[in-house]
């Protein structure tokens, strides 16, 4: 167990929708990262934010948005939800940044 | 269209072989590198870290090299076992103007696949 927390584990929702993936980081950790595994694009980096601050964006769509509360837990918004959006969404979480990344089990979400 | 899943790289041994696992990375300001083992239905699992101003790390029967000229990386296990078994990837990470930020970038992954 990393003590990376993620809910809910499996998500399924039609084209068009809008879901929260939801992440509690480790104790103590102050950095969390939003990161997307599909089939055909791998592990892909999507966002980063340090102690409630945005501090790193990789390819992440318009259509996606995230936050980082003052308790330190952060939820990713996925909208407009299409199918090529299907993958595994897994939340990081770190000390600080360029430190040891722990990883939750992830969130599988399937759009029909 | 039809999408094309990721042809992962795969290494088959016998059980108590040692293993070694390969990966090139691209971005030659990367100072941080991890590697991670993914088991199916689990998120990445972390396994040992090297930062760039060493060649050669050890932990528990892992060992992680970095050739940092020709950007290589590698890890080793020793006598691997069935419970290694898994998807391992490197991934890399560039501290930008001193102050890290955690963006890591990932390789593709290779497929070990241990027989008893």
């Known amino acids: 167990d990393s003590g990376v927390t993620q809910t809910p584990k499996h998500l399924i929702t039609a084209t068009g929708q809008r879901v929260t993936l939801r992440c509690s980081p480790r104790s103590g950790d102050l950095s969390v990262y939003w990161y997307q595994q599909s089939l055909d694009q791998g592990l892909q980096f999507l966002i980063q934010?340090?102690?409630?601050?945005?501090?790193a964006k990789g390819n992440i769509l318009e259509r996606f948005s995230a936050q980082q509360f003052p308790d330190l837990h952060s939820e990713l918004n996925l909208s407009s939800l299409e199918l090529g959006d299907s993958a595994l969404y897994f939340c990081?979480?770190?000390f600080g940044g360029g430190t040891e990344a722990f990883f939750g089990q992830g969130t599988r979400l399937t759009v029909v | 269209g039809e999408s094309v899943g990721l042809h992962l790289p795969t290494l088959s041994v016998q059980e108590g072989d040692n293993s070694i696992i390969n990966c090139a990375y691209s971005n030659s300001a990367s100072d941080y590198f991890i590697w991670y083992k993914q088991e199916s239905g689990k998120g990445p699992q972390f396994i040992i870290d090297i930062r760039s101003n060493m060649d050669k790390r050890q932990g528990q029967r892992v060992t992680v090299l970095l050739n940092k000229t020709v950007k290589h990386l590698s890890l080793q296990i020793a006598a691997t076992q069935p419970g290694d078994s898994a998807v391992y990837f490197c991934a890399e990470n560039e501290s930008a103007g001193g102050t890290s930020y955690g963006k890591l970038t990932f390789g593709q992954g290779t497929i070990l696949t241990v027989h008893p």
């Open positions: 990081a979480s770190s």
């Open positions: 934010y340090y102690n409630g601050e945005e501090r």
